[in-house]
């Protein structure tokens, strides 16, 4: 079973910028699409982008497209959420997520088998 961790959540003004890590324990590596998820309270889990297994494709919500970029290093197994320009409504728990069946980048939720634990992302206005 891949385990994904995940990294540097914590509390922003408005305006300001957090860089998220993820990191997978698969020793073979991550050759699969990986996406970035959050659900604030009283809300569904969202998708928030996705990057294709080899980073040459990206995808993201509306919501965050200009603002955020998703990137990945194959070889450490690690995949980042780069956050700049941070809004209030940001804040929520962001999920690192597999999709192991799928190469290409993707944002549907059922695609994703591979979840971390979450971290707690708070923008304050």
């Known amino acids: 079973q891949v385990q994904l961790v995940e990294f540097g959540g914590g509390m922003v003004q408005a305006g300001g910028s957090l860089t998220l890590s993820c990191s997978a324990s698969e020793r073979t590596g991550i050759s699969y699409s990986m996406g970035w998820f959050r659900q604030a309270p009283g809300k569904e889990r969202e998708f928030v982008a996705s990057i294709s297994w080899n980073g040459g494709t990206t995808y993201y919500a509306d919501s965050v497209k200009g603002r955020f970029t998703i990137s990945r290093d194959n070889a450490e197994r690690t995949v980042h959420l780069q956050m700049n320009s941070l809004k209030p409504e940001d804040t929520a728990i962001y999920y690192c997520?597999?999709?192991?069946?799928?190469?290409?980048?993707?944002?549907?939720?059922?695609?994703?088998?591979?979840w971390g634990q979450g971290t707690q992302v708070t923008v304050s206005s």
């Open positions: 997520a597999g999709a192991p069946n799928w190469r290409s980048a993707t944002g549907r939720y059922a695609n994703y088998l591979y």
